[in-house]
């Protein structure tokens, strides 16, 4: 038997696919600084570990379809989150200078760059890797 939201029509699949992108990448955006002032950047390994699940399920369940679909909404909130700040508050910090540590002024990029990243591998991957057996 096959996981709840593979045994879906394909239209639910690509809902449920569409939902995890943006919310891996919403839960990855308040995630990513975890550590970064300190200079160990666990909340960017967190985050990375959270989309690379995510996009391993969205390939598993559509194949490239559902990778494509969950690498479109994942990078649509992530670079919405840093596009859309107001009064000066931003929740992805990148592009400054001065004396700190480098996570600290380098997570917000790693962050956005990397969830794209992570999900091209992704695609590049052998087919076989995202298959689940169905289990009688």
Known sequence: MKPWSHRQSALVRA???ILAGALAAFVGTFAHRMGADMNIPYGLLLA???VILSSWCARARLGVTGLALHLITSSMTAWGLALTTTSGKALIV????????YFTQHAGYIWLYGIVIIQVVLLV???RWFVIPAKH
């Open 94 to 101: 990148a592009g400054f200078q001065g004396d700190m540590p």
């Open 125 to 127: 991957l052998p087919a």
């Open 15 to 17: 809902v449920i696919t």
């Open 48 to 50: 990375f570990a959270l």
